[in-house]
């Protein structure tokens, strides 16, 4: 974790941790919702997991660059946002994204 993204991170950690009906978690790897990573900081940016069309979408416009995360059981599309102003908007998609049951199970 870089100095200059540090604080920006710990603020937005704090402020999902604000609702407990969220359920997120703060671990060393990054924002976890339900025991899964959604976010976490790399270097310059946050990187979040978004649907692939979102990620797609975002990478198309320079809003995020893609990022290969050959984690086991991505859900959607890991993306890198340099921009610490979109940071809020887009941990709490993937916050929603990734906390959701999977289609066809139960909550």
Same mark, same amino acid.
């Given at each position: ?5 540090? !604080? #920006? ?38 990187? &979040? ?13 320079? &809003? /995020? ?6 984690? #086991?059981?991505?859900? *959607?599309? $890991?993306?890198?946002? /340099?921009? /610490?102003?979109? $940071? ?12 959701? !049951?999977? &289609? *066809?199970?139960?909550?």
């Amino acid at each position: 974790m870089t100095e200059s993204n540090a !604080p #920006a991170f710990e603020l937005l950690a704090a402020q999902l941790l604000e609702d407990p009906d969220d359920d997120v978690t703060v671990t060393s790897t990054g924002l976890h919702v339900h025991g899964r990573l959604f976010a976490y900081l790399d270097g310059a940016g946050l990187v &979040v997991d978004l649907p692939e069309d979102r990620g797609a979408d975002l990478v198309g416009r320079d &809003v /995020a660059e893609p990022v290969d995360e050959g984690l #086991a059981e991505p859900r *959607g599309n $890991w993306v890198s946002i /340099a921009d /610490a102003e979109d $940071w809020p908007e887009l941990a709490s998609e993937a916050h929603q994204f990734v906390g959701e !049951p999977p &289609v *066809g199970r139960q909550s």
